[in-house]
């Protein structure tokens, strides 16, 4: 079966720590994305890679970074933590094509 | 800027029919249509493209009006299972990546 794994489940970090989110899959998929879910607000883009090394910001990149060393990762990095960044962070990823995107089962992240 | 999503929230009886719709300011080539149950990933349940065209999965079926640049969910004959938070994403012309709407809330009673 194929998949899109999140390396946690529950995170619970403190203000100003540097925390890293992994991604990986199994679909051999050019694109990956991370969105943000916040209640009443959807899914929102932080950013996404179309490609090996290759990154593009979304609608809400401000405190996030992204890092794509090999085709099958995709890491969101939060460089200093706040308590506005507590929410549900949700990898996906898809074909070169543009077709339906796979989506990790979320970590949900609090900072306190 | 995100597509709006109408209704919010929309409850059912077993075999009733619902309609959700996704409107976008912006010029389409796609939109996708996602459910995601409770404590779960979105699913995606598919993808039209620019054309018009209307497709069908199971009693689920969408249409894509792209001159209006607007699309719409259509459940028919509801089922238990089809509880869940319905999602359009819309891909816009010269943007490789969605755009999601604030999502419709369904929910499907004996």
């Known amino acids: 079966d194929v998949k899109v794994t999140q390396s946690s489940r529950y995170l619970v970090k403190r203000t100003g720590e540097k925390v890293f989110l992994e991604c990986v899959q199994d679909?051999?998929?050019?694109?990956m994305f991370w969105y943000r879910q916040d209640p009443g607000l959807g899914l929102r883009l932080i950013y996404f890679?179309?490609?090996?090394?290759?990154?593009e910001k979304g609608d809400i990149p401000e405190g996030y970074s992204v890092s794509r060393e090999k085709k099958e990762r995709f890491s969101l990095i939060l460089e200093s933590a706040s308590t506005n960044q507590t929410s549900m962070y949700l990898c996906?990823?898809?074909?070169?094509?543009?077709?339906?995107?796979?989506f990790g089962s979320g970590t949900r992240l609090t900072v306190v | 800027q995100q597509p709006v999503q109408s209704p919010q929230a929309v409850i059912l009886r077993e075999g009733e029919d619902a309609v959700i719709n996704c409107s976008s300011s912006?010029?389409?080539?796609?939109v996708h249509w996602y459910r995601q149950k409770h404590g779960e990933a979105p699913v995606f349940l598919m993808i039209?493209?620019?054309?018009?065209e209307q497709k069908g999965h199971e009693k689920i079926s969408a249409s894509f009006n792209e001159k209006k640049q607007q699309s719409s969910l259509y459940l028919t004959a509801s089922q238990l299972s089809y509880s869940g938070t319905y999602f359009c994403?819309?891909?816009?012309?010269?943007?490789?990546?969605?755009?999601f709407g604030s999502g419709t809330r369904l929910q499907v009673q004996p």
């Open positions: 996906a990823s898809s074909t070169a094509g543009g077709g339906g995107y796979t």
């Open positions: 679909m051999d998929h050019e694109n």
């Open positions: 890679s179309y490609d090996v090394k290759m990154k």
């Open positions: 912006k010029a389409l080539y796609s």
């Open positions: 039209l493209l620019k054309g018009g």
């Open positions: 994403g819309t891909a816009a012309t010269g943007r490789r990546a969605l755009t």
